[in-house]
């Protein structure tokens, strides 16, 4: 994607790196990165196991690198912030002329939202504080020229199956019956592992699915209802 639209970057930020596992696929392909994250533990993570060094504990770098980067990249990031328009707003001041923002953020109109509401796990509160769509996202970049706008399922991140799985399991309350089951057998020295081995169980079910059902979501993604908004905006040039 930085290549197909910013195919002479050097220079890449992200927001919010957490441990650092993007940065380091970038650093692969010879990009200079830079990351930053409000946790320390996860920095410290970078470090140690991705070598990673250029990495501030704060939302942004120091203002010496303003106008320093040619793509920042926020992912899942956002929906997690009380006002996501004054990131953005930051955000502007470090990227070059014409760099690009790079934001993945979970989708309200989503497919499987619309069938399961607040059931649906991408709700997730209290750690999710905003949701989008194409038309708001589009309004908070409204001061940037939009070059790629989709919502994407396929990929690991999101995955739509293992969100309908969580959804189904919030809808019948199979989570709560089950640890009520554990907790009225405390001498059965294997339930503390039960309920662990039964998600692993679900999860390994719900895998095999997504591979089954990669048409449909294939076709979710087309029709602009899936799991993640993706979108590329290029910072508009002041000449």
């Not at 994607?1 to 910013?6: C, G, K, L, Q």
């Not at 650092?20 to 970078?46: H, M, N």
């Not at 992912?75 to 923002?101: C, M, Q, R, W, Y």
């Amino acid at each position: 994607m930085i290549v197909r639209h910013a195919k002479n970057a050097q220079h890449v930020l992200e927001v919010g790196c957490s441990t650092g596992y993007i940065l380091y696929g970038l650093k692969q392909f010879r990009y200079e990165v830079t990351g930053t994250d409000i946790s320390p533990k996860a920095l410290q993570c970078a470090k140690e196991f991705y070598g990673l060094e250029h990495l501030y504990s704060a939302a942004f770098p120091p203002p010496s690198l303003y106008g320093s980067f040619d793509v920042i990249i926020m992912s899942h990031l956002i929906e997690h912030v009380t006002d996501p328009k004054n990131l953005i707003d930051e955000a502007i001041k470090f990227l070059k002329e014409e760099g690009i923002l790079i934001i993945v953020t979970p989708h309200i109109d989503s497919f499987g939202y619309k069938i399961f509401k607040n059931h649906y796990p991408t709700i997730c509160p209290p750690f999710h504080l905003n949701f989008f769509n194409k038309n708001s996202i589009q309004y908070m970049l409204r001061e940037f020229e939009i070059v790629e706008l989709k919502t994407e399922s396929t990929k690991e991140d999101g995955n739509p199956i293992h969100n309908f799985g969580v959804a189904i399991a919030n809808l019948t309350k199979v989570k709560e019956k089950l640890k009520k089951r554990l907790l009225s057998e405390p001498k059965d020295e294997e339930a503390p592992y039960t309920e662990t081995r039964l998600f692993t169980f679900i999860r390994s079910v719900l895998r095999i699915l997504q591979l089954i059902h990669f048409p449909f979501f294939f076709v979710m993604d087309k029709l602009g209802l899936g799991e993640n908004i993706l979108v590329v905006a290029k910072k508009r040039s002041t000449h």
